[in-house]
């Protein structure tokens, strides 16, 4: 049984449709990578998992309930988080702060979490008191991920996270990815940086017009032709 | 010197009032993203709230004051979540002009409910207290000792409480705290009964210092907005400075114009800002 499950979705903006039938799905422990060129719906798949984006057709299940359509606050109360591409924290709060958003749904401690998050993140700590606008690009980031561990989550969705960073931060941005994998998260990201990408997860997807086009494994896909033709920049 | 002190003593307690106003309107602009006109009308209706207890059980207006806040509180969130949260999705422009609805509703509400001629909490004339020329009355001191306090609960507010820390959150990027699993109409509600809260306090000191009339806050809704505008709109801190400099620049004015020409300065001192600087003297970094 998988951890995700996306069924044949179609749904969009309005009466367009931008996703004509997506099937995907996550396992417990996976990193997934969703590829693809512009407009290929990408991030329209994201949102319409995170209850963003209306689905029409087609069914979300989420550690077997059926998740299609719910309100944000009601999927992340289930185990999933999201973080969103670029413009992800809260730039006048605290580091600390916005990691103690992340937590708002929970009324219990959640100090247990946020010294986790601090553990795998050290330069966070330094931070906690600066606001977050005044972080770098590629510190932010780790301040959005962050957030969504606060919820001790089983899923995070990451809409390119190395979204307009410098190729050096790229590197630790995937390396944090590596790090909350390992300690038991699993994630779904939309990636541009896709070679990169393909070669971290254990899985793929490749998107166009809305469809899955390729499914196979990170190698796999790295290895095929008329992948690495399309995308990959030969 | 004696006549600058004694405009200086007016503006502070002009300020406070329009501080409370215009924090209550900054909040609401933060969080819901449109210039709320009928705050004018909370601001009168918290006045005439604090007058109910006065005139039926003759309670000093001091100890009605909580009276007048709570029921404003009530009355903000019921519009809102009457009207107002109907029209979320649309435009805000059509939110302002609903707004400009509610305001007309309630100003005429409080003619039928209270009459059109002025009322007040006290009748008499209290005795001033002179120092080096300048005259201070306890009114004043309430007036500005009250503002100072909410002004400090506020922040405390603001800083300290999850609730306080989810509207800045909201105010800095509301998609972003929505997904983030924040309960976006709580914080609207939040929102409400603190603008509400502050518009009454404004009232009520209004009403302390000078009489209740049906529109005593239509007309201070001028310089509201103006000190809002001045200390950026949506922030809640820039608002308090907005409101002192408008009440310190009416009072001051007065010199060379004539006093009737005090919404005219507010009015110039908006427009100028918004010409010069449309983000305010606080303006926050951009995300």
Excluded at chain 1, 170 to 193: A, H, T
Aim: a neutral charge; glycine letters at 12%; one cysteine or more.
């Amino acid at each position: 049984m998988s951890l995700l499950e996306v069924e044949q979705i179609r749904g969009g903006y309005g009466d367009v449709d931008i996703l004509n039938g997506v099937d995907l799905h996550v396992d417990q422990g996976e990193i997934v990578v969703i590829i693809g060129p512009n407009g290929a719906g990408k991030s329209t798949v994201m949102k319409a998992i995170f209850g963003l984006v209306k689905v029409r057709e087609g069914g979300i299940r989420f550690q077997n309930s059926g998740i299609a359509n719910l309100r944000p606050d009601q999927i992340v109360r289930r185990g999933l988080c999201y973080v969103p591409q670029e413009k992800n924290v809260f730039p006048t709060l605290t580091v600390e702060e916005n990691l103690e958003m992340g937590a708002f749904i929970r009324n219990d401690d959640f100090s247990r979490e946020l010294e986790r998050v601090y553990e795998l993140f050290p330069a966070m700590y330094e931070k906690r008191r600066q606001p977050a606008g005044a972080l770098s690009g590629g510190q932010r980031q780790m301040v959005a991920m962050g957030r969504a561990l606060m919820l001790d989550p089983q899923l995070i969705l990451l809409d390119e996270p190395t979204a307009g960073l410098a190729p050096q931060i790229v590197e630790l941005i995937f390396e944090n990815i590596r790090k909350i994998n390992d300690i038991g998260v699993s994630l779904l990201m939309v990636e541009q940086n896709a070679k990169a990408a393909l070669r971290m997860s254990h899985r793929g997807y490749v998107l166009t017009t809305g469809r899955n086009r390729h499914t196979d494994t990170g190698e796999n896909l790295l290895n095929n032709r008329e992948v690495a033709e399309m995308f990959l920049g030969g | 010197m004696a006549e600058f002190l004694q405009l200086t003593v007016y503006g502070i307690v002009a300020g406070s009032i329009y501080a409370l106003g215009a924090i209550g309107l900054s909040l609401v602009y933060g969080i819901l993203r449109f210039p709320h006109f009928a705050h004018g009308d909370l601001i009168t209706f918290g006045a005439y709230f604090a007058l109910v207890p006065v005139s039926i059980l003759g309670a000093p207006p001091e100890l009605t004051f909580f009276f007048g806040v709570a029921a404003t509180m009530i009355l903000a969130v019921a519009i809102d979540q009457i009207l107002y949260r109907r029209l979320r999705k649309v435009a805000p422009v059509i939110l302002l002009i609903a707004s400009v609805g509610v305001a007309l509703i309630l100003r005429s509400a409080v003619q039928l409910i209270w009459g059109p001629g002025n009322q007040y909490y006290s009748q008499g004339i209290s005795m001033p207290w002179r120092l080096e020329g300048v005259n201070i009355k306890p009114d004043h001191l309430l007036i500005v000792g009250g503002a100072v306090l909410l002004v400090v609960l506020l922040h405390l507010f603001l800083q300290r409480t999850k609730t306080g820390k989810a509207m800045r959150a909201m105010s800095d990027n509301a998609d972003l705290a929505q997904v983030t699993g924040i309960e976006v109409n709580k914080v609207i509600i939040w929102t409400w009964i603190i603008g509400g809260g502050m518009a009454a306090a404004a009232g009520v000191f209004l009403g302390i210092d000078t009489r209740l009339h049906p529109v005593m806050g239509w007309r201070i809704l001028l310089p509201v907005f103006a000190a809002a505008i001045l200390g950026g709109i949506g922030k809640p801190y820039g608002a308090i400075v907005g409101g002192l400099i408008i009440g310190l620049a009416q009072e001051y004015s007065t010199v060379i114009l004539s006093p009737p020409y005090k919404p005219a300065v507010a009015f110039a001192l908006m427009v100028l800002m918004l010409i010069f600087k449309p983000t305010g003297l606080f303006a926050g970094r951009k995300a």
